[in-house]
Protein backbone atom coordinates (compact mmCIF):
# COMPACT_ATOMS: atom_id res chain seq x y z
CA UNK A 1 0.00 0.00 0.00
CA UNK A 2 1.27 3.66 -0.93
CA UNK A 3 2.59 4.75 2.17
CA UNK A 4 0.72 8.41 1.89
CA UNK A 5 -2.11 6.61 2.65
CA UNK A 6 -1.71 6.06 6.19
CA UNK A 7 -1.39 8.74 8.43
CA UNK A 8 1.31 7.10 10.55
CA UNK A 9 3.33 7.20 7.86
CA UNK A 10 2.30 10.94 7.59
CA UNK A 11 0.40 10.72 4.49
CA UNK A 12 -2.07 13.29 2.88
CA UNK A 13 -2.23 15.62 0.62
CA UNK A 14 -2.02 18.75 3.56
CA UNK A 15 1.28 16.69 4.95
CA UNK A 16 2.19 16.17 0.95
CA UNK A 17 2.60 20.01 -0.41
CA UNK A 18 0.60 22.43 1.96
CA UNK A 19 3.91 22.81 4.03
CA UNK A 20 5.57 23.88 1.14
CA UNK A 21 2.82 26.45 -0.38
CA UNK A 22 2.91 27.24 3.30
CA UNK A 23 6.51 28.24 3.33
CA UNK A 24 6.31 30.12 0.08
CA UNK A 25 3.44 32.32 0.73
CA UNK A 26 5.40 33.26 4.59
CA UNK A 27 8.60 33.50 2.87
CA UNK A 28 7.09 36.37 0.46
CA UNK A 29 4.16 37.37 2.52
CA UNK A 30 5.49 37.82 6.04
CA UNK A 31 5.84 34.92 8.68
CA UNK A 32 3.30 35.97 11.38
CA UNK A 33 0.67 33.24 10.90
CA UNK A 34 -2.23 34.95 12.69
CA UNK A 35 -5.53 32.72 11.74
CA UNK A 36 -6.24 29.75 9.81
CA UNK A 37 -9.72 27.90 9.00
CA UNK A 38 -10.06 24.92 6.54
CA UNK A 39 -12.05 21.61 5.35
CA UNK A 40 -10.06 18.21 4.10
CA UNK A 41 -12.03 15.23 2.70
CA UNK A 42 -10.84 12.17 2.54
CA UNK A 43 -11.98 11.23 -1.32
CA UNK A 44 -9.49 8.38 -1.70
CA UNK A 45 -10.93 5.55 1.19
CA UNK A 46 -8.61 2.87 -0.02
CA UNK A 47 -5.32 1.92 -1.93
CA UNK A 48 -3.78 -1.03 -3.42
CA UNK A 49 -0.98 -2.78 -1.64
CA UNK A 50 2.74 -2.64 -4.09
CA UNK A 51 5.74 -3.40 -2.79
CA UNK A 52 8.94 -2.11 -3.75
CA UNK A 53 8.76 1.40 -3.54
CA UNK A 54 12.00 2.95 -1.92
CA UNK A 55 12.51 5.93 -4.64
CA UNK A 56 10.00 8.43 -4.49
CA UNK A 57 10.44 9.45 -7.72
CA UNK A 58 10.06 6.49 -9.64
CA UNK A 59 6.36 5.56 -7.25
CA UNK A 60 4.60 5.63 -10.15
CA UNK A 61 6.30 3.12 -11.72
CA UNK A 62 4.61 1.03 -9.18
CA UNK A 63 0.56 1.67 -9.70
CA UNK A 64 -0.90 -1.34 -11.11
CA UNK A 65 -1.79 -1.88 -14.75
CA UNK A 66 -5.17 -2.67 -13.85
CA UNK A 67 -7.12 -1.42 -10.73
CA UNK A 68 -10.19 -4.19 -11.26
CA UNK A 69 -7.70 -7.21 -11.37
CA UNK A 70 -8.82 -9.60 -8.73
CA UNK A 71 -5.34 -10.75 -7.63
CA UNK A 72 -4.80 -6.69 -6.38
CA UNK A 73 -5.07 -6.64 -2.53
CA UNK A 74 -6.56 -3.39 -0.77
CA UNK A 75 -5.84 -0.92 1.82
CA UNK A 76 -8.21 1.04 4.13
CA UNK A 77 -6.60 4.50 3.26
CA UNK A 78 -7.51 7.05 6.48
CA UNK A 79 -5.82 10.39 5.40
CA UNK A 80 -7.64 13.14 3.28
CA UNK A 81 -7.01 13.72 0.02
CA UNK A 82 -8.37 17.18 -0.96
CA UNK A 83 -8.43 20.59 0.88
CA UNK A 84 -9.30 23.99 1.28
CA UNK A 85 -7.46 26.48 3.91
CA UNK A 86 -8.13 30.19 4.05
CA UNK A 87 -5.47 31.86 6.01
CA UNK A 88 -4.60 35.06 7.67
CA UNK A 89 -1.06 36.35 7.88
CA UNK A 90 0.51 39.54 9.09
CA UNK A 91 2.70 41.34 6.49
CA UNK A 92 5.03 43.98 6.73
CA UNK A 93 3.63 44.86 3.12
CA UNK A 94 0.12 45.47 4.21
CA UNK A 95 -1.83 47.50 6.59
CA UNK A 96 -3.87 44.76 7.33
CA UNK A 97 -3.80 41.19 7.83
CA UNK A 98 -3.46 39.25 4.44
CA UNK A 99 -5.87 36.68 3.20
CA UNK A 100 -3.84 33.82 1.43
CA UNK A 101 -6.35 30.83 -0.32
CA UNK A 102 -4.78 27.04 -0.15
CA UNK A 103 -6.75 24.68 -2.39
CA UNK A 104 -5.58 21.17 -4.11
CA UNK A 105 -7.50 18.16 -4.72
CA UNK A 106 -5.37 15.14 -5.29
CA UNK A 107 -8.11 12.70 -7.35
CA UNK A 108 -8.77 15.43 -9.42
CA UNK A 109 -7.91 16.09 -12.95
CA UNK A 110 -6.22 19.71 -13.47
CA UNK A 111 -7.86 22.37 -16.14
CA UNK A 112 -4.73 24.33 -16.31
CA UNK A 113 -2.01 24.24 -14.26
CA UNK A 114 -1.05 24.60 -10.73
CA UNK A 115 0.34 28.23 -9.99
CA UNK A 116 0.39 30.51 -6.98
CA UNK A 117 -0.94 34.41 -7.05
CA UNK A 118 -0.02 37.40 -5.30
CA UNK A 119 -2.53 40.35 -5.36
CA UNK A 120 -1.64 43.63 -4.69
CA UNK A 121 -3.47 47.10 -4.73
CA UNK A 122 -1.72 48.37 -8.01
CA UNK A 123 -1.46 44.87 -9.60
CA UNK A 124 -1.18 40.86 -9.36
CA UNK A 125 1.57 38.40 -9.85
CA UNK A 126 0.87 35.05 -11.65
CA UNK A 127 3.76 32.11 -11.64
CA UNK A 128 3.11 28.89 -13.28
CA UNK A 129 4.19 25.35 -11.08
CA UNK A 130 2.55 24.33 -7.78
CA UNK A 131 5.51 25.90 -6.51
CA UNK A 132 6.31 28.41 -8.59
CA UNK A 133 9.43 27.23 -10.87
CA UNK A 134 6.95 28.31 -13.74
CA UNK A 135 7.38 31.52 -16.40
CA UNK A 136 6.27 34.65 -14.09
CA UNK A 137 3.22 36.88 -15.00
CA UNK A 138 2.65 40.66 -14.09
CA UNK A 139 -0.84 42.35 -14.09
CA UNK A 140 -0.47 46.20 -14.49
CA UNK A 141 -2.49 48.35 -16.62
CA UNK A 142 -4.93 46.02 -17.08
CA UNK A 143 -3.25 43.09 -19.05
CA UNK A 144 -0.99 40.18 -18.15
CA UNK A 145 2.52 40.53 -19.25
CA UNK A 146 4.87 37.87 -18.84
CA UNK A 147 8.65 38.35 -17.54
CA UNK A 148 10.88 36.66 -17.33
CA UNK A 149 12.50 35.45 -13.57
CA UNK A 150 14.73 37.52 -12.11
CA UNK A 151 18.19 36.73 -13.02
CA UNK A 152 19.77 35.77 -9.66
CA UNK A 153 16.86 33.36 -8.98
CA UNK A 154 17.24 32.02 -12.51
CA UNK A 155 20.73 31.49 -11.88
CA UNK A 156 20.32 29.51 -8.87
CA UNK A 157 17.10 27.15 -9.52
CA UNK A 158 19.34 23.67 -9.98
CA UNK A 159 19.86 21.85 -13.11
CA UNK A 160 17.65 18.47 -12.73
CA UNK A 161 14.67 17.68 -14.31
CA UNK A 162 10.99 17.90 -12.41
CA UNK A 163 10.08 20.47 -10.24
CA UNK A 164 10.17 18.54 -7.08
CA UNK A 165 13.78 17.44 -7.68
CA UNK A 166 14.60 21.03 -7.85
CA UNK A 167 12.86 21.62 -4.75
CA UNK A 168 15.00 19.36 -2.86
CA UNK A 169 18.10 19.95 -4.68
CA UNK A 170 17.55 23.16 -3.03
CA UNK A 171 17.17 22.78 0.16
CA UNK A 172 19.99 20.45 0.38
CA UNK A 173 22.11 22.48 -1.23
CA UNK A 174 21.23 25.26 0.69
CA UNK A 175 21.25 23.30 4.11
CA UNK A 176 24.56 21.69 3.39
CA UNK A 177 25.67 25.54 3.08
CA UNK A 178 24.45 26.37 6.62
CA UNK A 179 26.41 23.33 8.22
CA UNK A 180 29.73 24.72 6.63
CA UNK A 181 29.10 27.87 8.22
CA UNK A 182 28.18 30.14 4.70
CA UNK A 183 26.16 32.73 4.05
CA UNK A 184 22.43 31.56 3.17
CA UNK A 185 18.98 32.40 2.66
CA UNK A 186 16.43 31.93 5.24
CA UNK A 187 15.43 27.97 4.69
CA UNK A 188 12.47 26.26 6.23
CA UNK A 189 13.50 24.62 9.75
CA UNK A 190 12.48 21.98 12.45
CA UNK A 191 10.72 24.89 14.25
CA UNK A 192 8.44 25.73 11.16
CA UNK A 193 8.11 22.09 10.45
CA UNK A 194 6.89 21.58 13.89
CA UNK A 195 4.00 24.27 13.64
CA UNK A 196 2.96 23.66 10.05
CA UNK A 197 2.43 20.26 11.86
CA UNK A 198 0.49 22.14 14.50
CA UNK A 199 -1.65 23.98 12.12
CA UNK A 200 -2.38 20.68 10.22
CA UNK A 201 -3.33 18.91 13.47
CA UNK A 202 -6.06 22.13 14.05
CA UNK A 203 -7.22 21.98 10.43
CA UNK A 204 -7.95 18.24 10.37
CA UNK A 205 -9.41 18.62 14.18
CA UNK A 206 -11.22 21.41 13.35
CA UNK A 207 -15.21 22.24 12.95
CA UNK A 208 -15.69 24.95 10.92
CA UNK A 209 -19.16 24.35 9.68
CA UNK A 210 -22.15 26.40 10.67
CA UNK A 211 -25.53 24.72 9.61
CA UNK A 212 -27.64 26.66 8.16
CA UNK A 213 -30.21 24.14 7.49
CA UNK A 214 -32.92 25.54 10.07
CA UNK A 215 -33.10 28.83 8.25
CA UNK A 216 -34.17 26.73 5.18
CA UNK A 217 -36.78 25.09 7.62
CA UNK A 218 -37.67 28.34 8.44
CA UNK A 219 -38.37 29.82 5.59
CA UNK A 220 -39.99 26.57 4.30
CA UNK A 221 -42.71 27.55 7.31
Known sequence: MRRNARSVNGG????????????????????????????????LRRAPIVQGVHNFATRRNFIPEDLNDPAIEWGQSNVKWSYAVLAQLRSPFAERPVSVLFKDGGLVPRFHEDHIVFYGTEGAIYVKGHYGSGPLYLWKEGAWQELPPPQDIAAAVPDVDGETEQCWHTLAREFVRDIRGESVEPYPTFREGSLYQQIIDLIREGDNWTDVSRLLQERAA
Open 12 to 43: GRLNNNFTHTLSIVTAVVGDTILKVSGEVRDD
